[in-house]
């Protein structure tokens, strides 16, 4: 969860020009007691939202709302939603924690105390931010010198990106232009040869049913510019290489290998692709035969020769 708005810079660099999108980013989420009225707090898409409330013994009764519908009443959820849940420490906290926040999540929310004097409420607004993204760009063209050439870049986000042209050169100042930048009459030495970076976008994952005593594998493909750096996870601690367990980097692909599959060895996993602009995560599994698990439609028999290959010749050099 985020507070505020910082901003920080996706480029889109060229021979002869650069193209800048601000993206907001944001600080940690501000708690909320119960001596203020309101409070706004702004959260990034699929991060996990904490919205504080803090209460004393003679509180009677507690409830959390999202407009007029009741989340919790005392213990008691009332919501759906496997994402949402309390936070409390003894009778001082009664939090409400969201995880994986999406645009829907955005809105009114409301701490409702009843004490033996009066009720106390506490309202909060919550913004949802979605990191900006370029989904259209120019491609390379070819003109005639002194003809005019219209370039565009098309992004995405919340709140609306904010994009500017700019020459290579550090010290130039910005171009006129916006989704769009109109170049009257070009020269020989303005051609166009963009390069666009951005966040980790995880386009694969593979999970796997393996047997024990067998090799298995987890699979997991991120795209991203800057080349994203991976993480593997288990619960809330960082996965290393082991005796029985290796961490390979193949480009684009990070694989997590199982040489000798154990008991202990199932479980879900986290892959987390990271670069300057960002990161995303996804959870892969590895099954026990036999559980009946969807793991991507998809087992360790399909995965492509060549990782399998790969895979094999790292254990077979390292021993």
């Excluded at 006129?176 to 020269?187: A, C, K, R, T, V």
């Amino acid at each position: 969860m985020q507070v505020g708005r910082k901003p920080c810079w996706r480029q889109l660099q060229a021979s002869f020009f650069r193209l800048l999108c601000l993206i907001p980013t944001g600080f940690p989420v501000r708690s909320v007691d119960m001596q203020r009225t309101t409070d706004n707090i702004t959260i990034r898409q699929g991060d996990t939202a904490i919205i504080r409330c803090y209460v004393d013994d003679k509180v009677s009764r507690v409830a959390w709302l999202n407009r007029s519908n009741i989340i919790f009443a005392g213990q008691d959820k009332w919501s759906l939603d496997p994402r949402v849940d309390l936070v409390t420490k003894g009778q001082l906290e009664y939090s409400l924690r969201i995880q994986k926040v999406d645009v829907y999540d955005e809105g009114s929310y409301t701490c409702s105390i009843q004490t033996k004097q009066k009720p106390k409420t506490s309202h909060v607004y919550l913004i949802v931010q979605v990191p900006a993204s370029i989904y259209k760009v120019s491609e390379d063209v070819i003109v005639n010198e002194g003809s005019n050439v219209t370039l565009s870049c098309l992004a995405s986000g919340r709140p609306d990106p904010i994009i500017t042209w700019r020459l290579l050169n550090p010290s130039a100042e910005p171009l006129d232009g916006e989704e769009f930048l109109d170049i009257i009459g070009i020269m020989r030495n303005q051609r166009v040869d963009t390069m666009v970076n951005y966040p980790p976008a995880i386009q694969k994952i593979q999970s796997s049913e393996t047997p024990v005593g067998r090799m298995g594998m987890l699979q997991c493909d991120a795209n991203a510019v800057p080349k994203p750096e991976f993480e593997w996870f288990r619960d809330d601690k960082k996965m290393t290489n082991t005796q029985t367990i290796n961490i390979q980097m193949l480009g684009s692909t990070t694989i997590l290998v199982f040489s000798n599959v154990t008991e202990e060895d199932y479980g879900n996993y986290t892959c987390v692709a990271t670069n300057r602009l960002g990161n995303q995560n996804a959870n892969v599994f590895l099954y026990r035969p036999g559980t009946g698990r969807d793991i991507n439609s998809s087992s360790c028999v399909s995965q492509s020769l060549w990782l399998v290959g790969a895979c094999i010749a790292f254990l077979f050099f390292k021993c």
